[in-house]
Nanobody, 115 residues
């Protein structure tokens, strides 16, 4: 069974950094587009960043220049490096990928940006 397990969330002060990890099982992250979403309280889930199968990346305007998505094929893990964090980045962050027939989600990791 495909599993995506996020880690690395926590409490950080504004301006700080965190690195989220998404460890995948069964599926090779190198062969799938991998995405990070986030959902803040009372808001819809939004796409934050994507790394395509061939390595191209996409970022939401709100995180462009601050967040970097990457992957380590040997570890079968996708990362989201988050710098210059703002209070509005506070949310649960989810890892996602889709096959031809299914959509897979991790359990999420909480990121709280507060002084």
């Amino acid at each position: 069974q495909v599993q995506l397990v996020e880690s690395g969330g926590g409490l950080v002060q504004p301006g700080g950094s965190l690195r989220l990890s998404c460890a995948a099982s069964i599926i090779p992250v190198s062969r799938y587009a991998m995405r990070w979403y986030r959902q803040a309280p009372g808001k819809q889930r939004e796409l934050v960043a994507t790394i395509a199968r061939l390595g191209g990346t996409y970022y939401a305007d709100s995180v462009k220049g601050r967040f970097t998505i990457s992957r380590d094929n040997a570890k079968n893990t996708v990362y989201l490096q988050m710098n210059s964090l703002k209070p509005e980045d506070t949310a649960i962050y989810y890892c996602n990928t889709d096959s031809n027939t299914d959509s897979y989600w991790g359990q999420g990791t909480q990121v709280t940006v507060s002084s």
